[in-house]
Structure formats: C-alpha cells, structure tokens
C-alpha cells in the first residue's frame, strides 16, 4: 500500500502526519507504527500523528509514540498540524480534537501558536513536581531518576524569564524537544516561584515560549515542513 506522508518538525522533535480524512490507512497496528516510526527501515520519527474527520473541529488528531504506545497531547505536534491545517484549509487559525480537549492553532510573528488546555499540578515535592497536561509529566529541579510512566523534563538552569530543560519522553525516549514537556516545565517553575512571568525553555533542539492566558498555557514557537513523499516500505 502506498501511503503519503508529510514529514515536519519543531525544535528538532519530528513528525510523520498521515491524512486518514482523505487517505485510506491500513490497520493501526503496534508493527504498523514501529515500522514507519523507524529511522532505519521507515520514514523516522518521534510520534506518528494521524489525522481523522471530527465533528467538533477542524481535524482530530491521533498520537503514536515511536514504540507504538499512544499519547493523549503533544505541543509540537499540535503546532505542526495547526501549520498544515491552516495551510491546507486557508484559514488564519484552526482546531485540533484530542482525546480529551479541542485546541486552537494559529500563526504568529514568532511561528505557530496553540492554547494547551487544562493544566494540573498532581504532587509536589523538593525534587520534581508531576504535572498533568493531557500527559503525565514529571520536572525535576534536582536528582532526576528513570520514570517509565511518565514524561521526564529536567531543569538544568532557570530565572524569571528562561529555563532550560533535558527531555525524556515517554515511549519516545531522549528527545530533541517537547511542546507539552516545555508547558509543564512553566507550570513546574511557576508554581516553584510563585509567579506566572512568560518563559522561554531552551531545548536541545531549539526554544519554545510559554506563557498564560485564562488559565491555559499558550506554546508558541517555529516549525517547518521537512519533506513529504508516498510511504511503501509496510508489510502485514
């Protein structure tokens, strides 16, 4: 089966988006996904993000991790497709169905723009604080240790307006970036600090702006089309 892809990504964390509203996709199977996830005998990526019909937006937007296990939110990804979407459909600013939540993309002087969603502070102590944002994250100020079930960000250096962070994602391993990582990462030192200042997070692959509008974290930051093409390496 012949499938065409757009390959795109943000601050260095990639994406392989697949058009099921359009195309006809085989099977979402775990080897399905491994394999056009894989940087050897596939397209490469960190997350494969399908896209289907939805009646409450513009697009949903499904999330696989690279070892085929599913997401329930990702920023950068959100951000990519928003520049799709809007590209494809000539609108100033689209929405995108998750699991859990509709969010709103749109372009900015700066890149792309998407408002997260709820936010929630789960548990908070002197090392890390876990902070929920669709997915679980965990941001450690100090001593950061192994967490398979959930997304690990480390800060390595902070102040009142930048921080920069180490990301592990869950299912995904050491990444170059991570859009939800980046908002927890605000959420983590805004409550460490008792401030909600807009923040710039530095990432391996490049930075991100967060910043807070009616309880929200907004994600600001560039993305970039990388190639597209037709994928036929898949065999059942």
Not at 65 to 71: E, H, I, K, R
Not at 88 to 108: C, F, N, Q, W, Y
Request: hydrophobic fraction near 40%; glycine fraction near 8%; charged fraction near 20%.
């Amino acid at each position: 089966m012949n499938i065409p892809f757009v390959k795109m990504q943000a601050q260095g964390n990639d994406f392989v988006i697949l058009d099921a509203i359009h195309d006809t996709l085989p099977e979402l199977t775990q080897a399905f996904i491994t394999n056009i996830c894989d940087r050897h005998i596939g397209i490469g990526c960190d997350q494969l993000l399908i896209l289907q019909p939805s009646e409450q937006a513009d697009a949903l937007m499904l999330i696989y991790n690279a070892d085929g296990s599913q997401a329930a939110n990702c920023g950068n990804g959100l951000r990519c497709v928003g520049d799709l979407l809007m590209s494809v459909l000539g609108k100033d600013k689209v929405s995108i169905a998750l699991v859990d939540r509709v969010v709103e993309a749109k372009r900015t002087n700066k890149g792309v723009q998407v408002a997260m969603g709820q936010v929630n502070i789960e548990a908070v102590t002197n090392d890390y604080i876990d902070v929920l944002i669709g997915n679980p994250h965990r941001v450690y100020f100090k001593n950061p240790l192994p967490c398979s079930e959930r997304n690990v960000e480390t800060i390595h250096e902070y102040d009142e307006q930048h921080a920069e962070i180490s990301i592990v994602e869950r299912g995904a391993g050491e990444t170059l970036a991570c859009g939800s990582g980046a908002c927890a990462t605000a959420v983590a030192l805004w409550q460490r600090t008792a401030s909600s200042n807009p923040l710039t997070i530095h990432m391996p692959g490049g930075d991100v702006i967060v910043h807070e509008h009616n309880g929200e974290c907004v994600l600001e930051g560039a993305v970039s089309t990388v190639f597209q093409g037709v994928f036929n390496g898949y065999s059942s």
